[in-house]
C-alpha cells in the first residue's frame, strides 16, 4: 500500500508541476528549501559518474539585469523569480583531461585499476560515443548531462510547493563572456548549459497541462 500511495503522490506532483513565468515578488523561497533543491542536483546521476557541472546561484540583481539583456526567454523570470540557478557544464571533459583525473581520484581508483579505467573511458569516447577529438561534441556531452539535475531541481521544488521554469532562451556566446568578465566562470573550462528559476507562481496557469498519450510515447518490445 505504501509504494502505491508513493506512486500517486508522485504522479500529482508531476501534473502539478508548470513551467511558471511570473512569480510572486511577495514570496520567497527560504535559503533551507533552496538547499535542499540543490542537494536534489548535487546528488544525480552522470554518465561514467563524471558530474560535470557546477549550480551558480544568480540572485545579485544588478547581474541578473545584466543577463536579462541577453535572455530574451528569461525576462519574466529574471524579474520576478525569488532564486534563479545557472547550470555550468565543463569543457574538455576527455578521458585524458583533469576532470578524468580528479574524477577517478575521488573514486579512489589507483595504479591497474585507474589505468583500466581510463582504458573504457578512451574507448567509450572514441569509438562508441566519437567524441573525443571533437570540443564542441564533449562540451554537448557534458551540457546535456546538467538536464538530469535540472529535473531533479524541479520537482524536487514541486515536491514542496515550490515552481520554476526551466530556460534555454539565451544568447549563450554572450552570457559565457559576460559571466567570464564577472569572474563567475571560466569560460575556457566551462560554459552556461541551461537556467532554471524557482519561486511561487504569481498565478495559476491560464491552460491545463498538455502532454501526449502514454500510447504514442512510450513502445514496449518484448
Known amino acids: 500500500m505504501e509504494k502505491e500511495l508513493l506512486k500517486k503522490q508522485m504522479m500529482e506532483v508531476m501534473a502539478n508541476r508548470h513551467s511558471i513565468r511570473i ?47 541577453l535572455s530574451w526567454g528569461a525576462h519574466p523570470q529574471l524579474d520576478t523569480a525569488s532564486d534563479f540557478v545557472l547550470l555550468i557544464a565543463k569543457k574538455g571533459a576527455r578521458y585524458d583531461s583533469e576532470i578524468f583525473d580528479e574524477h577517478m581520484n575521488r ?36 551540457a546535456k548531462q546538467t538536464y538530469i539535475p535540472m529535473a531533479n531541481m524541479m520537482t524536487a521544488a514541486t515536491m514542496i510547493g515550490i515552481d520554476s521554469c526551466p530556460i534555454e532562451g539565451f544568447n549563450y556566446k554572450k552570457v559565457d563572456e559576460y559571466l567570464t568578465a564577472e569572474g563567475i566562470i571560466d569560460g575556457e573550462k566551462e560554459g552556461v548549459a541551461a537556467m532554471v528559476s524557482f519561486g511561487y507562481r504569481a498565478k495559476e496557469p491560464k491552460h491545463a497541462k498538455a502532454r501526449r498519450s502514454y500510447d504514442e510515447v512510450v513502445t514496449w518490445v518484448e
Open 23 to 69: 512569480y510572486d515578488l511577495d514570496k520567497k523561497v527560504s535559503r533551507e528549501d533552496m538547499d535542499y533543491i540543490l542537494e536534489a542536483a548535487r546528488l544525480s546521476p552522470s554518465s561514467v559518474g563524471l558530474e560535470p557541472w557546477r549550480f551558480v546561484v544568480l540572485n545579485n540583481a544588478e547581474m541578473r539585469a545584466q543577463i536579462r539583456d
Open 107 to 142: 573514486r579512489g581508483l589507483t595504479g591497474d585499476k585507474k589505468d583500466r579505467a581510463l582504458s573504457i573511458y578512451k574507448k567509450f569516447q572514441e569509438e562508441d560515443m566519437d567524441i573525443a577529438n571533437s570540443p564542441r561534441a564533449l562540451f554537448d556531452w557534458a
